[in-house]
Each structure stands twice: as C-alpha cells, then as structure tokens.
Nanobody, 128 residues
Framework: EVQLVESGGGLVQAGGSLRLSCAAS????????IAWFRQAPGKEREGLSC????????TYADSVKGRFTTSNDNALKTVYLQMNSLKPEDTAVYSC?????????????????????WGQGTQVTVSS
C-alpha cells in the first residue's frame, strides 16, 4: 500500500519556524516528484513546492519563495518542508502528494489531478 504521512505541524508564533516531514512508502515509481500543498478555511488549495526525488530539483510558489525550502532524504524516503518567518496567513492544513515523473511544464507543477497519492494533512497554526 502506498502511504504518505505528514508530521511536524503545530502551533507557532509569527516569525517562528517549523519543519514538516513527509514519509513515503510503497511508491510504484523509480522517478517521481513530491509536492507540498496547503488549504486554509474558505480558500482554495494552493501548491507550494515540488521536488524531484532523485536529483533534488525544486520549484516554489511565489507566496513562499525565500521563506520555505523543500529537501529530501532518499535513504529515509522522506521529503521535508522547512518553513521560516511564518506569518498568520500561513495558517492552513498542509499536505504532501506524489506524481510520476518531474513536471515538464510550469503550468502543470500543481495540477492536482496529476498527483495520484496524497497524505492525510497536518495542521499548522501561526499566532499573531
């Protein structure tokens, strides 16, 4: 069974940092990408970052570029999202998702229908 399990969410004050983890198991592909998404109440789901699990190539949404960094540890089969300088507007449920192959075009980076496995999500709350 394919599983993506997020951890590391919680409550943090504005300006603080959190590191989220996405532990993957059972993925049926040798070459795949893992992305982070978030969804706040009343808002549409937003793609944040994507990483190639083999070579570490990354992309970022403008809303988090310079503050968030994604990385991977292939030995641990885990992808991370380091979040710095957190703001109250970062409050959301954060999820990781996987897709086969690295996206070929920028306008497909966060097309949700191309991600075939999703984690359960972890809550991040940033206080003022």
């Amino acid at each position: 069974e394919v599983q993506l399990v997020e951890s590391g969410g919680g409550l943090v004050q504005a300006g603080g940092s959190l590191r989220l983890s996405c532990a993957a198991s059972g993925l049926p592909f040798d070459d795949y990408a893992i992305a982070w998404f978030r969804q706040a109440p009343g808002k549409e789901r937003e793609g944040l970052s994507c990483i190639n699990s083999n070579n570490g190539n990354t992309t970022y949404a403008d809303s988090v570029k310079g503050r968030f960094t994604t990385s991977n540890d292939n030995a641990l089969k885990t992808v991370y999202l380091q979040m710095n300088s957190l703001k109250p507007e970062d409050t959301a449920v954060y999820s990781c998702a996987s897709r086969p192959q690295w996206p070929a075009y920028a306008n497909t980076y966060y097309r949700e229908d191309l991600y075939n496995y999703w984690g359960q999500g972890t809550q991040v709350t940033v206080s003022s």
